[in-house]
């Protein structure tokens, strides 16, 4: 089945630099590639996700980038404010014969922007 | 809209009793509901995933006898933790897609369980 790595474990940067987090993946049927942001004691959040016959996709500070033959992909946070203090996930996806889709999720990276 | 919520949002029990979550889909259809388990500091696990209608399919190492999934109808799905005991103690998420060839899932808040 598929796994998924994710590095850092966690992750702190002065407010206003870029923040970089990175994920392998093992199936290389995988399509789909969504990250999810995760305050304490909350559900996650959609932040942005990819397909497979992306490379890249931005909205405003955050990007991904998508690398299949190396099948790992980034998300990158530019202009890190305190308010992106959680912990980030990425997760994929393969589409199964049965219909059942089911995501897998990395091991999560906890970002602390320091003021 | 896309919104999925959960209830109770926290439930604290004795061991041995049995806990029942609801997970609906308020403004759609939720064709496909999954349930995940996550405990402190760590991601989120994947423990079954139910269509409509049908048995859920439990991933490896989740006692489906232990952990019943009811999704009975298209804005419905219900977890119930029976004989609940204290490493069944966890944050219990449970999340919604629509259409199988829709990507993305909704998740709802969360229910945390605390077993005494």
Redesign the interface.
């Given at each position: 089945g598929e796994n998924v790595e994710q590095h850092p474990s966690t992750l702190s940067v002065q407010e206003g630099d870029s923040a970089v987090i990175k994920c392998t993946y093992s199936d290389s049927a995988s399509n789909?590639f969504?990250w999810y942001k995760q305050e304490l004691?909350?559900?996650?959040?959609?932040i942005i996700?990819i397909?497979s016959n992306v490379g890249e996709k931005k909205d405003q500070r955050i990007a991904v980038t998508l690398n299949k033959t190396a099948k790992h992909f980034s998300l990158h946070i530019t202009e890190t404010q305190p308010e992106d203090s959680a912990v980030y996930?990425c997760a994929a996806?393969r589409a199964q014969n049965?219909?059942?889709?089911?995501?897998?999720?990395?091991?999560?990276t906890r970002l602390l922007v320091s003021p | 809209g896309a919104v999925v919520s959960q209830h109770p949002s926290r439930v604290i029990c004795k061991s041995g009793t049995s806990v029942k979550i609801e997970c609906r889909s308020l403004d759609f259809q939720a064709t496909t509901m999954f349930w995940y388990r996550q405990f402190p500091k760590q991601s989120l696990m994947l423990m079954a995933t139910s269509n409509e209608g049908s048995k859920a399919t439990y991933e490896q190492g989740v006692e489906k006898d232990k952990f019943l999934i009811n999704h009975a109808s298209l804005t419905l799905s219900t977890l119930t933790v029976t004989s609940a005991h204290p490493e069944d103690s966890s944050f219990y998420i449970c999340s919604a897609r629509y259409g199988a060839s829709n990507n993305e899932q909704f998740f709802g808040p969360g229910t945390r369980l605390t077993v005494l």
């Open positions: 789909y969504p004691g909350k559900r996650p959040q959609l996700d397909r996930f996806k049965t219909g059942f889709q089911k995501l897998v999720f990395g091991t999560g | -």
